[in-house]
């Protein structure tokens, strides 16, 4: 298949990509390569394949509309996977109209080019953040998930909400999944465990937030790129069943689904330092701090639909994950 993928120099996004062209397909790729953190690192994400035969890369914002026109106008994708996003939940609160130009703004341009160029399905990436204030565990695309605690959660219930909009309209087939707390080679140096490890071999101190009493679903990154491409060779279709008297918030009659994908198995962080320290053979230096503004104390998949809809099995655990971390880190880094 043709497949555009935004986001491609980007962790999940250029983990994606390679998964799709070890496999034949030809993708499109886009990324603005901003410098939310070091552009570095995108760039020799995108070393990895820049050169293969199946895959043009353009550095476009998606908030560029006319921009992103004309790659749909071109090459016209069959299906679409949108991973571009101004990510992190703190510096939402930093920097709000940087989350409305990209998560709000740039997913109308991709909903827009979907519409209009006969893409089959659009798979887009939301996050295990929608479920803010709720409290029942583990959390379901049944649950109700209207009470955000950050912009960023916003902007991913929202996508979620424009995506029906357009599977309502115009029978677009479009596919949310709810991503939590992605990990491994290749990781965003702005997430916890390449922050963790930096520290660590350096022998400086870790902020470790709400005294390490969050409980989080981290889930490897192989295992994402699994889940995706599974669901990206599977087009939403309506619930038939539908009922709009007792309407159910991860279904609808419009081609239109949601999905938690995760681990299914939730880690406090406290030992998720443990087994960090532990591979790497140094402990850590901690300074315990109160949970932040916008984060959830405790995240928890229910992934019985995705396992039942696409037989997803996480099969890598957190030990085993973090050491293809640290091997990576300490390649990449000379460390």
């Known amino acids: 298949m043709k497949i555009l993928v935004t986001g491609s120099a980007g962790f999940i996004g250029s983990a994606v990509t390679l998964q799709l062209l070890a496999r034949g397909d030809e993708v499109v790729g886009i990324d603005n390569h901003n410098n939310y953190y070091d552009p570095a690192i995108k760039e020799a994400r995108l070393l990895r394949f820049a050169e293969h035969p199946n895959y043009t890369h353009f550095r476009v914002d998606i908030a560029n509309r006319q921009a992103i026109?004309?790659?749909?106008?071109?090459?016209k994708p069959q299906r679409v996977i949108n991973l571009a996003a101004q990510a992190g939940v703190r510096y939402s609160i930093e920097n709000?109209?940087?989350?409305?130009?990209?998560?709000?703004?740039?997913?109308?341009?991709?909903?827009?080019?979907?519409?209009?160029?006969?893409v089959d399905h659009l798979v887009y990436a939301s996050s295990s953040s929608v479920y803010g204030a709720n409290t029942k565990m583990p959390f379901s695309v049944h649950q109700n998930v209207d009470h955000p605690l950050s912009l960023y959660?916003?902007?991913?219930k929202a996508n979620e909400l424009m995506a029906h909009t357009y599977s309502h309209l115009y029978g677009l087939p479009t596919t949310g999944l709810r991503f939590f707390t992605v990990y491994g080679p290749w990781g965003r140096p702005?997430?916890?465990?390449?922050?963790?490890?930096?520290?660590?071999?350096?022998?400086?101190?870790?902020?470790?937030?709400n005294f390490g009493k969050h409980r989080r679903d981290f889930t490897y990154v192989d295992d994402i790129v699994n889940g995706v491409i599974k669901v990206v060779d599977k087009p939403a279709t309506p619930n038939l069943l539908w009922d709009g008297d007792l309407p159910d918030p991860g279904t609808s009659k419009a081609p239109w689904r949601v999905y938690n994908i995760g681990n299914n198995n939730p880690v406090e962080?406290?030992?998720?330092?443990?087994?960090?320290?532990?591979?790497?053979?140094k402990k850590a230096t901690l300074e315990l701090l109160p949970l932040q503004p916008g984060d959830v104390p405790d995240t928890f998949a229910n992934v019985d639909d995705l396992v039942s809809d696409f037989d997803f099995k996480p099969t890598t655990s957190i030990e085993e994950g973090i050491e293809r971390f640290v091997a990576w880190y300490r390649d990449y880094f000379k460390a």
């Open 269 to 281: 962080l406290l030992d998720y330092i443990k087994a960090l320290e532990a591979i790497l053979g």
């Open 190 to 209: 702005d997430m916890a465990l390449f922050k963790f490890t930096k520290a660590i071999l350096a022998g400086n101190s870790i902020q470790v937030f």
């Open 96 to 118: 709000p109209y940087a989350y409305i130009d990209s998560n709000i703004l740039g997913f109308a341009h991709i909903l827009e080019g979907c519409r209009h160029y006969g």
């Open 69 to 75: 026109d004309e790659i749909f106008k071109t090459f």
């Open 153 to 156: 959660a916003a902007s991913k």
